[in-house]
């Protein structure tokens, strides 16, 4: 892959995926060889996720590099929530000395854990190619099984040998559009009561409205969150997402878009439209 398109290597995402969301991950190595082949599958890519595609990608650098600082700083934990199919913990060195906690609802994280079965076991059930089982990077790896509609976050972690006064990093990517107000608040709070001073936590929000998308565009994008059972609920602008950072005790660090990430990981900027914000806030 030419190196302005390889914004965050994930060997595992073929593998982990499923399909046929797996197909862009299993395309683009194959056309490695031929840097005009991988230009012109990359394009089609953004193309036909208007500007989706690429925006996942700048988003999962832009996290990558906020824990690597994190990371460099000598923070000792790090809490996904909503971890979902993340491989940070399998595929950053950074974390040698980081005990990571992934966090999501038990039914996901079961199918989480027979797709890593299945590529250790090589027999191909995953949505990608067998082969050897993914090396643990982190210092550790525990999975906190959390139903949000009867279980406490901070129970669950403290039992899974969470330390409140060890400096941590969360990463909540992806998942502020789909909750209300209220769910964002009350989680902003909680994360920030768990923190000792110097914590960090990186979160997605917006989703759309500065993305300056035809409006027929942005009726699909939203319908097909919703025929997934993710319907856009909550797309906060920047000034009221730091007005919840504050009322939580968070100050900002950074706060930007999907075309800041381009302008700093991506020179060529083709079909990139600021779809959602990530913000890095300390307690």
Sequence with gaps: MPEPYRLAPDP?????????LALPAR?????????????????????????VGYHVALRTRAIDDALREAA??????????????????MRLPELAGVQVFEVDHPST????????????????SAAGAPGAAPELKARGLARVPVD?????????????????????????????VYLTREAIEATLRLTAALSAPGSRIALTYGMLPDAELPAWAERVIRGMFRSLGEPVRTPLAREEMRELLARAGLRVLSDES????AARYWPPQRGVRAIERLAVAER
């Excluded at 595992?12 to 046929?20: I, Q, S, T, Y």
């Excluded at 923070?75 to 993340?86: H, I, K, R, W």
């Excluded at 999907?258 to 990430?261: A, F, G, N, Q």
Aim: net charge positive; aromatic share 8%; glycine share 10%.
């Design 148 to 176: 949000f509609e009867r279980d406490r976050l901070d129970e669950a972690l403290l039992a899974a040998g969470f330390r409140p006064a060890e400096p941590t990093f969360w990463i909540w990517e992806g998942v502020t």
């Design 258 to 261: 999907t075309v800041d990430w």
């Design 27 to 51: 395309a683009l190595p194959r056309a490695a060889g031929s840097p005009a082949a991988a230009r012109a599958l990359h394009r089609a890519i953004g193309v036909a996720t208007f500007g």
């Design 109 to 124: 994280q079961r199918d989480k854990v027979e797709r890593l079965a299945s590529l250790a076991r090589g027999d191909g």
């Design 12 to 20: 595992l995402a073929a593998r982990l995926v499923p399909w046929p």
């Design 72 to 89: 460099a700083r000598g923070t000792s934990q790090l809490v996904v929530l909503g971890a979902g199919l993340d491989s940070r913990a």
